[in-house]
Antibody
Framework: QVQLVQSGAEVKKPGSSVKVSCKASGGTFSNFAISWVRQAPGQGLEWMGGIIPIFGTANYAQKVQGRATITTDESTNTAYMNLNSLRTDDTAIYYC????????????????WGQGTLVTVSS | DIVMTQSPDSLALSLGERATINCKSSQSVLYSSNNENYLAWYQQKPGQPPKLLIYWASTRESGVPDRFSGSGSGTDFTLTISSLQAEDVAVYYCQQYYSTPPTFGGGTKVEIK
């Protein structure tokens, strides 16, 4: 059973960057996508973007387009999410999630999820 | 983007009672070519990541207790907990995957009265 293990909590200044990692253990990303979903304190879930490793291209939510970069390293079964030009409203728990790929390369449901990484942006 | 609206925002029920959570999409998530509804449900307990309960609107994920069931089609969906247990205290989210970006409902908090 694959598990996703994420890197630890980060505290960043506004305007800086953060890179969060997500390593698959007990399995691989093969034939799946990896998505990143964030959750601001006390709020709901927001999809940020996803990548299908066998295709190598990522899609992003409009809100983070141009600031977020999602990559994978298949040799280590690790995915990364880099977010630039951090703002205080980027403060959130960031989750990676393995994502089913449907016909037409459509992203499906998310399962399993990583444990989450708290990113705090504060001056 | 498809907007997902859940109701109620919260509900408090006694142990053993039936819980009903509604989810409405701003456009149909029924794909005509395969007659599948592109909708999933998740459970998030405090301090934990979300957990997949149901996909294709009514297919229960392996290991999910059968007191959880999903129903509905098109734009209107329901998650039902047939007999509420203490361990079901959580926030429940619906999610559409009909179109990119995938979007979530705002969540429904379930508590024990």
């Amino acid at each position: 059973q694959v598990q996703l293990v994420q890197s630890g909590a980060e505290v960043k200044k506004p305007g800086s960057s953060v890179k969060v990692s997500c390593k698959a253990s007990g399995g691989t990303f093969s034939n799946f996508a990896i998505s990143w979903v964030r959750q601001a304190p006390g709020q709901g879930l927001e999809w940020m973007g996803g990548i299908i490793p066998i295709f190598g291209t990522a899609n992003y939510a409009q809100k983070v387009q141009g600031r977020a970069t999602i990559t994978t390293d298949e040799s280590t079964n690790t995915a990364y999410m880099n977010l630039n030009s951090l703002r205080t409203d980027d403060t959130a728990i960031y989750y990676c999630a393995r994502t089913v790929v449907l016909v037409g390369a459509t992203l499906g449901w998310f399962d399993p999820w990583g444990q989450g990484t708290l990113v705090t942006v504060s001056s | 983007d498809i907007v997902m609206t859940q109701s109620p925002d919260s509900l408090a029920l006694s142990l053993g009672e039936r819980a009903t959570i509604n989810c409405k999409s701003s456009q149909s998530v029924l794909y005509s070519s395969n007659n599948e509804n592109y909708l999933a449900w998740y459970q998030q307990k405090p301090g934990q990541p979300p957990k997949l309960l149901i996909y294709w609107a009514s297919t229960r994920e392996s290991g999910v207790p059968d007191r959880f069931s999903g129903s509905g089609s098109g734009t209107d969906f329901t998650l039902t907990i047939s007999s509420l247990q203490a361990e079901d205290v959580a926030v429940y989210y619906c999610q559409q995957y009909y179109s990119t970006p995938p979007t979530f409902g705002g969540g429904t908090k379930v508590e024990i009265k």
